[in-house]
């Protein structure tokens, strides 16, 4: 979705429509509840310590999202008649927080193998 939306909103420009790429939070619905969510019965010990951690992670969430899914709404639609709107809409503080730490993992990583990518350079270019 990010490449997408980056190359649409390129391609749209000239044609004056805009893209941004919804990124919310956990809204506080019963996405979550057991009238929605069907689990397996058979649990495979092997991935209890990672979908199964996420399950349990979940069960605890449902009901508890920091999310109103009225006020996302809204800002959904207050967007949509924006005459600038941001090409990333972050919706809630949790998924302010997830992408804060995924952008600062991602700094870092980018430095750590800075040199590896600047290695694949024609030498004529690494010079400049």
């Known amino acids: 979705m990010e490449g997408l939306s980056h190359s649409l909103r390129h391609e749209l420009k000239p044609l004056n429509i805009k893209v941004t790429a919804i990124e919310p939070g956990a809204l506080r619905t019963d996405f979550l509840d057991d009238s929605s969510v069907q689990r397996s019965q058979k649990v495979i010990t092997d991935y209890d310590a990672s979908s199964g951690e996420f399950v349990r992670f979940l069960q605890k969430l449902s009901g508890r999202q920091p999310g109103d899914p009225q006020l996302a709404a809204k800002v959904i639609v207050d967007t949509a008649y924006c005459s600038d709107p941001p090409l990333h809409l972050l919706l809630g503080s949790d998924a302010y927080q997830r992408t ?29």
Do not use: H, I, N, P
Request: net charge negative; glycine share 0%; aromatic share 10%.
């Open 100 to 128: 804060r730490t995924m952008l600062s993992e991602f700094s870092c990583e980018l430095e750590k193998w800075s040199q590896v990518t600047r290695s694949t350079d024609y030498a004529e270019v690494s010079t400049k």
